[in-house]
């Protein structure tokens, strides 16, 4: 089983920056799983914002989010991370984080396990 749980959330003012974080336990190698982060808004379906081979050696991010986001992880603290920078008002979310053992090129697919969300507030 495995349990991911997101931190870092908060309210923030456009322009601003922050940093979320997601560590993961459970019955997992961790350095075998894909993590990405997607995000959802109420009455919206979730989307994909970022995401990272097991390896580090890949990331994919949306189109909405370059230039801005970036994604890591630490393979051997079992945490991935996102940095936002230059935070807009549309970047009001939840932000999720999650993990898959299917190894596909596409990094934005088959996510079976998933956190419990954090909440991101960009507001002025």
């Known amino acids: 089983q495995v349990r991911l749980e997101e931190s870092g959330g908060g309210l923030v003012q456009p322009g601003d920056s922050l940093r979320l974080s997601c560590a993961a336990s459970?019955?997992?190698?961790?350095?075998?799983?894909?993590m990405a982060w997607f995000r959802q808004v109420p009455g919206k379906e979730r989307e994909f914002v970022a995401g990272?081979?097991?390896?580090?050696?890949?990331?994919m991010y949306a189109d909405s989010v370059k230039g801005r986001f970036t994604i890591s992880r630490d393979n051997a603290k079992n945490t991935v991370s996102l940095e936002m920078n230059n935070l807009k008002v549309e970047d009001r979310a939840v932000y999720y984080c999650?993990?898959?053992?299917?190894?596909?090129?596409?990094?934005?697919?088959?996510?079976?396990?998933w956190g419990q969300g954090t909440q991101v507030i960009v507001s002025s």
């Open positions: 999650a993990a898959r053992v299917k190894m596909l090129q596409d990094l934005r697919l088959a996510y079976s396990s």
């Open positions: 459970g019955r997992m190698l961790f350095s075998r799983y894909d």
């Open positions: 990272i081979r097991f390896s580090g050696d890949a990331t």
